[in-house]
């Protein structure tokens, strides 16, 4: 069956470290997202694509970066971390439109001392 | 900016109840609403997609309704389980910056 995956499913790591979220799906999706969830915040957009090559700010982008070299991956990347980054991270994909459903990965409880 | 509002935070009701969840948006210009649940520790899970165009969408015990015009929508869960139990998120896929926003959930617990 099609899925979204994120690896890892935990991360601890320190302030100031590079850190890189895995995000694959096997539907072969256009459109892929990140949000982190955080209590009193919900769930905020960081970054998303329409495709391979296209990137796209989100609400809190400040201190990520994303990069899109096929369909099936879209990596998250802190170049470094920080103690407000502690949050748990969510992947998901649509087929390729506006009207088309979201789905979610797992997660990635992310924790920066 | 868009905000989505759900009401209540949290609600506690009787195995076998009816019950409606209530989520408001201030942005009337979407392309969609979408009804998530997620449980403790877990990813979203997509339960229903309302287009803009469209009044409602039922799946099973579930029925979602949506009046574009008031920035209203409901989730209307029939003869409630305890395995309903979870927290609810609805979110509107909106036309000017292409996101979705999110409410911030209304926890549910179905006693038995």
């Known amino acids: 069956d099609a899925e979204i995956t994120q690896s890892p499913r935990h991360k601890i790591t320190e302030t100031g470290r590079q850190v890189t979220l895995a995000c694959h799906q096997t539907?072969?999706?256009?459109?892929m997202f990140w949000y982190r969830q955080d209590l009193g915040h919900g769930l905020r957009l960081i970054h998303y694509?329409?495709?391979?090559?296209?990137?796209n700010k989100g609400e809190v982008s400040d201190g990520y970066s994303v990069s899109r070299s096929n369909t099936e991956d879209l990596p998250l990347t802190l170049e470094s971390a920080a103690s407000s980054q502690t949050s748990v991270y969510f992947c998901a994909s649509s087929p390729g439109t506006a009207y088309n459903e979201q789905f979610f990965g797992p997660g990635t409880r992310l924790t920066v001392l | 900016k868009q905000e989505v509002t759900q009401i209540p935070a949290a609600l506690s009701v009787p195995e076998g109840e009816n019950l409606v969840l209530n989520c408001s948006f201030t942005?009337?210009?979407?392309?969609?609403l979408q009804w998530f649940r997620q449980d403790p520790g877990k990813g979203l899970t997509s339960l229903l997609l309302i287009q803009s165009s469209q009044r409602e969408q039922t799946s099973g015990r579930l029925n979602a309704s949506l009046d574009k015009s008031s920035g209203r929508s409901t989730l209307y869960i029939a003869a409630s389980q305890p395995g309903d139990s979870a927290t609810y998120l609805c979110a509107v896929y909106q036309t000017s910056g292409s996101r979705l926003t999110f409410g911030e959930g209304t926890q549910l617990t179905v006693n038995p």
């Open positions: 694509s329409y495709g391979v090559q296209d990137t």
């Open positions: 942005d009337s210009a979407i392309y969609n």
């Open positions: 539907w072969n999706h256009n459109n």
